[in-house]
């Protein structure tokens, strides 16, 4: 039996569209991801974890506070909790190897994981879209709501983007990431701004989760599958590349759709490991060569 499935037109553009969907999301975390690692030094395997941690709050306030604000309130508590985390459990492990902050980081997401299940049980807990309504898309309806969150979630990438880019904010960012050094005698308070930089990047991962939970549903180990493709996003768009990871995160999402929907069995799961490994060989530091070497 073929380990490919029928391709017809139709599919194929709904498979597009639900691509760049996806990817504007996962562009989104990936972006939070590389803002702790290209400008901290910091591996955030935890970056799941807040995904979740940002869905699950959103959904425990909706009912009293409405969906908007529930998502908002979910983001800053999110942003306010990993900024504790930073300074209790990140920051001592500064100056060592980046294996140090990824396995401390890979204990919070498994004991955050945990809390997550003894808060709100192991069951899936669905959130209605605070968007109603349908658009047609080759003959199939998609809902509007996740057209609205893809927007959202590009702007926020693209936002930062511009931030990092175009702003004297950004500047400083960037030089303190070059040269922490020279930034503290330039009067920069470089703890505080990783500190910060750690907090925002969970803030605008469970952001994420927020428009993620109409969507997906909310449930246990909806953190995994979103950990791994913003990981793979990250390193074929280089590690520490903005922009890269916004492009990797749609190739991946690409990736995912095309092969689940064509594809069977083991070929569909082994595909987006195949794009990774294939872009690494032609481009080691990412789509746009501006990222660190993997070695």
Do not use: H
């Given at each position: 039996?073929?380990?490919?499935?029928?391709?017809?037109?139709?599919?194929?553009?709904?498979?597009?569209?639900?691509?760049?969907?996806?990817?504007?999301?996962?562009?989104?975390?990936?972006?939070?991801?590389?803002?702790?690692?290209?400008?901290?030094?910091?591996?955030?395997?935890?970056?799941g974890a807040f995904y979740a941690l940002g869905a699950?709050?959103?959904?425990?306030?909706?009912?009293?506070?409405?969906?908007?604000?529930?998502?908002?309130?979910?983001?800053?508590c999110v942003a306010a909790f990993a900024g504790a985390?930073?300074?209790?459990?990140?920051?001592?492990?500064?100056?060592?190897?980046?294996?140090?902050?990824?396995?401390?980081?890979?204990?919070?997401?498994?004991?955050?994981?945990?809390?997550?299940?003894?808060?709100?049980?192991?069951?899936?807990?669905?959130?209605?879209?605070?968007?109603?309504?349908?658009?047609?898309?080759?003959?199939?309806?998609?809902?509007v709501f996740i057209f609205v969150a893809a927007g959202?979630?590009?702007?926020?990438?693209?936002?930062?983007?511009?931030?990092?880019?175009?702003?004297?904010?950004?500047?400083?960012?960037?030089?303190?990431?070059?040269?922490?050094?020279?930034?503290?005698?330039?009067?920069?308070?470089?703890?505080?701004?990783?500190?910060?930089?750690?907090?925002?990047?969970?803030?605008?991962?469970?952001?994420?989760?927020?428009?993620?939970?109409?969507?997906?549903?909310?449930?246990?180990?909806?953190?995994?599958?979103?950990?791994?493709?913003?990981?793979?996003?990250?390193?074929?768009?280089?590690?520490?590349?903005?922009?890269?990871?916004?492009?990797?995160?749609?190739?991946?999402?690409?990736?995912?759709?095309?092969?689940?929907?064509?594809?069977?069995?083991?070929?569909?799961?082994?595909?987006?490991?195949?794009?990774?490994?294939?872009?690494?060989?032609?481009?080691?530091?990412?789509?746009?060569?501006?990222?660190?070497?993997?070695?």
């Amino acid at each position: 039996m073929s380990p490919f499935g029928k391709i017809t037109a139709s599919l194929l553009v709904v498979n597009l569209v639900d691509a760049w969907l996806y990817g504007s999301l996962l562009a989104a975390v990936a972006v939070a991801l590389t803002l702790v690692f290209g400008l901290g030094r910091v591996v955030n395997f935890a970056i799941g974890a807040f995904y979740a941690l940002g869905a699950y709050v959103a959904y425990s306030l909706r009912a009293a506070v409405g969906y908007w604000p529930a998502v908002a309130l979910a983001a800053i508590c999110v942003a306010a909790f990993a900024g504790a985390v930073e300074r209790i459990a990140i920051r001592p492990l500064r100056g060592r190897t980046e294996i140090s902050t990824l396995l401390a980081t890979f204990g919070l997401s498994i004991l955050l994981d945990g809390l997550m299940q003894i808060v709100w049980g192991t069951s899936t807990r669905k959130m209605n879209s605070p968007v109603g309504g349908t658009v047609p898309v080759d003959g199939q309806r998609m809902s509007v709501f996740i057209f609205v969150a893809a927007g959202l979630a590009t702007a926020v990438s693209v936002g930062i983007w511009a931030l990092l880019r175009r702003t004297g904010a950004g500047t400083v960012l960037r030089g303190a990431s070059q040269n922490a050094s020279m930034a503290e005698l330039l009067g920069v308070n470089t703890t505080a701004l990783m500190t910060g930089l750690f907090a925002a990047s969970a803030g605008i991962a469970a952001l994420v989760g927020g428009f993620a939970g109409p969507i997906f549903s909310v449930r246990p180990g909806m953190d995994i599958d979103f950990l791994i493709d913003a990981f793979l996003a990250v390193v074929i768009g280089g590690l520490g590349s903005v922009r890269g990871a916004i492009a990797g995160a749609y190739l991946v999402a690409l990736a995912d759709n095309l092969s689940l929907t064509f594809m069977t069995g083991d070929v569909a799961t082994a595909v987006s490991f195949v794009v990774v490994i294939v872009i690494l060989l032609a481009r080691p530091t990412g789509i746009f060569r501006e990222g660190r070497m993997i070695a």
